[in-house]
């Protein structure tokens, strides 16, 4: 890349960082230190503001540099990644949206804690909700450092490395002094430029080939060397049956693991009423369906114009396909309008990663401060101390992610977040279902449903493909790889079903029928909802 644009993308991502870090004093001086105000921002949002603050936060690194760098090297294969985020928002409209606004009051332990135990059911789902959201946090590290390579011309280590830690120390202060109103505001911004960024590529796209879609995906198959299998399943998932139950593991985790991700969930107890929880929902379906239309468009006219080859040259996992397509489509690398093109595509990436990662980071600090500290104390802890908790928990989140950012640096971010999902689906999902829909559910039950998903997914993880035993995986030189499918869900997340049930069957507690009555009233009809 020239000077002129590493000039032009670190000045327009200068500016948006300069306007979060004003948001985040802005809202530090009028903040009251309160639970409700760190972890809900008082509950004041509009279901059109808490709309596109979800999108934002579901609108990742993944969504807009991972899927399309995977469509463009694998066509129709990369497509699930698509269909199976956008799908997922069906279920989280139909099953949880209203019902976890309703029982909760900021995570997703809220909810599990309303009929049960609360202290090993607490540090059990706050475990397990830091665990999904350290892994969603690597998936933007990563994101950010093949940007920045991009950005610089190369894939210089060190400065892949600064990357990581700057936008770690970012997200920091982010959640540290602004909490929950900051991050929503940011990400309202965050989405819009990342709506218009995608608008005005897909259109161009779509001029350069006269409107016509068909011609688009034809000079895409030609160019991938693959031809017609390229426009058809099988190509990265089809080799043999390992891969296709990859596949459909892959799926199942996608589509499911959203109703369990914290800090989708933490979003529902930002506006004032369930009803408005459930309008939020629907705003960002219309938002986050657009957007992932147009990544199909942005993937295949990365295959057509820019060409799988070139893209894996820039970075193997084909993180770096859209701002390569950007710079294409405003008129090459020595052209004003490439480089100005570029940059904002830099910039707009740049600000999806600052945006998620304080999302991620508030959620998972709730879960550490609100869950595990407030129930390993003896004493009721007092708001205040909480929240300080929940700062200090920020910092460490921050350490660890960017420690794991670095490791992971050369793997695929689309595919980093489906273990995330995997693990969401396995762990949180089968607690949160049962919790509001079974009414014999008892506190083992739940135990049992958090851990019997949540262990076996991390440990398949660390026997698979992905840790161990082939060139792309992390660590090439050692082999101790014995679960061949990459994503664990086909597995862990029926472990995690079973696990529930079997803890339930097997315990002696009564289940408590007049608190599953109070609940189930309080979540269908918010009387009695924080």
């Keep these: 890349m020239t000077g002129d644009h590493q000039t032009l993308a670190l000045l327009l991502f200068s500016a948006f960082v300069a306007v979060t870090l004003g948001i985040t004093t802005w809202v530090s001086r009028h903040r009251h230190g309160s639970a409700e105000e760190f972890y809900a921002g008082g509950r004041l949002f509009s279901p059109m503001e808490n709309g596109f603050a979800i999108a934002g936060d579901y609108m990742s690194a993944a969504s807009f540099l991972g899927i399309s760098g995977l469509i463009a090297l694998y066509g129709y294969d990369g497509l699930l990644y698509s269909v199976g985020f956008l799908v997922a928002w069906l279920v989280v409209l139909f099953l949880v949206a209203e019902l976890v606004r309703n029982c909760g009051r900021f995570t997703l332990a809220d909810v599990v804690a309303a009929r049960m135990t609360e202290r090993p059911v607490r540090i059990a789902a706050g475990t397990s909700s830091v665990t999904v959201s350290v892994l969603y946090l690597v998936a933007q590290m ?4 093949s940007l ?12 892949q490395t600064w990357t990581v830690i700057g936008v770690g120390a970012l997200m920091v202060i982010y959640v540290s002094f602004g909490g929950m109103r900051a991050t929503t505001w940011i990400q309202i911004v965050k989405a819009v430029l990342l709506l218009g960024g995608t608008v005005t590529l897909t259109v161009l796209v779509l001029v350069r080939f006269h409107g016509d879609f068909d011609r688009l995906l034809l000079t895409a198959a030609e160019r991938s060397g693959h031809g017609a299998p390229f426009l058809a399943p099988g190509l990265k998932y089809g080799g043999d049956w390992t891969a296709r139950l ?17 800090h989708i969930l933490s979003r529902f107890y930002t506006v004032p009423t369930a009803r408005a929880a459930r309008r939020s929902v629907v705003w960002s379906i219309g938002l986050i369906g657009g957007f992932y239309l147009m990544t199909i468009v942005l993937g295949f006219g990365a295959a057509a114009i820019v060409g799988p080859e070139v893209v894996r040259g820039s970075n193997a996992a084909g993180n770096t396909a859209v701002p390569l397509l950007a710079l294409d489509l405003g008129g090459g690398a020595d052209s004003t309008g490439g480089t100005v093109l570029f940059a904002i595509v830099a910039a707009v990436a740049f600000a999806t990663i600052l945006a998620v990662v304080a999302g991620i980071t508030l959620a998972s600090s709730a879960s550490v401060a609100h869950d595990l500290y407030a129930s390993l104390r003896r004493r009721k802890t007092k708001p205040r101390s909480e929240v300080a908790v929940a700062r200090a928990a920020a910092v460490g989140i921050g350490v660890v992610a960017i420690a794991l950012g670095l490791l992971a640096r050369d793997l695929n971010v689309a595919f980093l977040v489906g273990l995330a999902f995997a693990v969401a689906a396995s762990a949180n999902l089968p607690v949160l279902l049962y919790s509001l829909f079974w009414r014999g559910f008892t506190t083992r039950g739940a135990v049992w449903a958090v851990y019997g998903g949540l262990i076996p997914a991390v440990v398949l993880v660390l026997l698979s493909p992905v840790v161990s035993g082939s060139p792309e995986s992390l660590f090439p030189g050692v082999d101790f790889q014995y679960f061949p499918l990459q994503n664990p869900g086909l597995v862990s997340i029926p472990l995690g079903f079973v696990a529930g049930w079997l803890g339930t069957v097997t315990s002696a507690e009564l289940p408590d029928e007049a608190k599953h009555a109070e609940t189930e009233v309080r979540s269908l009809t918010g009387a009695g909802a924080v």
């Design 246 to 262: 990859d596949f459909i593991s892959l799926g199942l985790a996608l589509v499911l693991g959203t109703a369990g991700l914290p």
């Design 142 to 145: 990563v994101g950010a450092g």
């Design 148 to 159: 920045v390579a991009l950005l610089l011309g190369g894939t210089s280590g060190a400065a």
